[in-house]
């Protein structure tokens, strides 16, 4: 009989401890504790992403209000039907004549070819970048002046060259480049006006910055390739005028239309015969010589594997020249809207425009104006 309650107690004492064990793990806190909790985790959480798009979008807006020139752009008229011509479009004895002229151009100079090369994959080789440039003393000593010239106001003196290269920027130094080389391949008695092709070239340079930054951010294009692009776009500007004239240019007309008229070729198709001259890539002769074509033609009027690049040098060009930073010529030419639903892109130029694209332009811009104060 005693065992028998033994037995008994001990069950019950068994079962009392399942119980309690199970009222541990099934809940430690009371369920209104538990709505606390939920509380305060929602009170800590971060705000929801949209919410800090909307916020980063009001700035961007805002920023930009302090540029209406991309809001308000006087766009340049143009005649239905009137486009520029291709290279394939030119008769065969201009083109004989145009390349016959340009071969007198001397050929780039082998240091500034290799830094021309090197920087359009600067990341891959920063330290043969400076290598390249500190042979050159005149040229080392003049991107150090620019770097610490007065529209900078460092509050120290830059002595090393890598490190004046690493604070103007590639881009801008790939701009300084540029017109080193045709300090040395352009006759002097052909640059006519200096104060035109300083214009042209911190136009070029602006644009380069431009076309870049589209190049990288809306197609995911190497920055640098599309920045040499931008950078060479007009350089058939600077040897237009060593051809023989042909006749006169409408004063009613696009200016790339007016050199046809003047000179049977206008400065794209020229720039693209002058990089072809220089052995550049096929990418930068085709993206020099369409950069016009899309504010004329439709997609279709150029080469597929060169839509991309001609409409973001068109697009860079425009909003270069909206922002006040335009070359001898002041055309701001509309872009057609088939380029835009192309790419699903807006037309509204502010719509493609972030503050750091504008400070980059800007920088660029007072980097060439520098340079120009140490020649």
């Known amino acids: 009989m005693n065992i028998f309650l033994i037995l008994i107690l001990a069950a019950l004492v068994i079962t009392l401890f399942n119980i309690s064990s199970q009222r541990k793990k099934t809940g430690r806190k009371p369920p209104h504790r538990a709505a606390d909790t939920g509380k305060r985790h929602k009170e800590k959480s971060p705000a ?22 991309l809001k308000e752009v006087s766009y340049t008229s143009l005649a239905e039907g009137v486009a520029p011509k291709s290279t394939q479009d030119l008769s065969p004895d201009v ?65 090393s060259v890598g490190r004046a290269i690493s604070l103007l920027g590639y881009n801008s130094v790939r701009a300084l480049v540029l017109q080193e080389t045709l300090n040395n391949v352009m006759p002097q008695e052909q640059y006519g006006d200096a104060d035109v092709y300083s214009k042209t070239w911190a136009h070029s340079a602006v644009v380069s ?6 190049g990288k951010n809306i197609f995911q294009f190497s920055e640098y390739e599309l920045g040499t692009m931008g950078l060479l776009h007009d350089i058939g500007k600077y040897f237009i005028h060593m051809l023989k004239s042909v ?9 790339m239309i007016r050199e046809e008229q003047q000179y049977g070729i206008n ?21 020099i010589e369409y950069h016009h074509h899309p504010a004329f033609s439709p997609p279709e009027a150029i ?6 690049q001609a409409f973001i040098i068109c697009l860079s060009d425009l909003i270069c020249k909206a922002l006040g930073y335009g070359a001898n010529d002041d055309e701001k030419l509309p ?23 504008i400070k980059e332009i800007e920088k660029a811009h007072v980097t060439v104006q520098s340079y120009i104060q140490t020649q």
């Open 247 to 255: 006749g006169e240019g409408s004063t009613e007309s696009p200016l």
């Open 48 to 69: 929801p992403s949209h919410a800090k798009t909307q916020g980063g979008e009001a700035q961007r807006k805002a920023f930009l209000e302090s540029y209406p020139a």
């Open 335 to 357: 872009i057609r809207n088939e380029y835009y639903e192309m790419f699903n892109m807006q037309p509204d130029l502010q719509e493609n425009v972030t503050p750091r694209l």
């Open 95 to 159: 083109i004989e004549a145009v390349k016959e002229k340009i071969s007198t151009i001397k050929p780039i100079p082998v240091n500034y070819l290799k830094l021309m090369n090197l920087l359009r994959n600067p990341e891959l080789n920063p330290g043969e970048i400076t290598s390249v440039t500190v042979t050159n003393p005149v040229f080392s000593a003049r991107i150090l002046r620019a770097v610490n010239s007065a529209y900078f106001n460092r509050p120290e003196k830059i002595t």
């Open 209 to 214: 910055v431009c076309s870049g930054h589209l």
């Open 267 to 287: 400065h794209a198709c020229l720039g693209s015969l002058v990089a072809e001259n220089w052995q550049l890539s096929d990418s930068i002769v085709k993206g």
């Open 303 to 308: 080469p597929e594997p060169y839509i991309r």
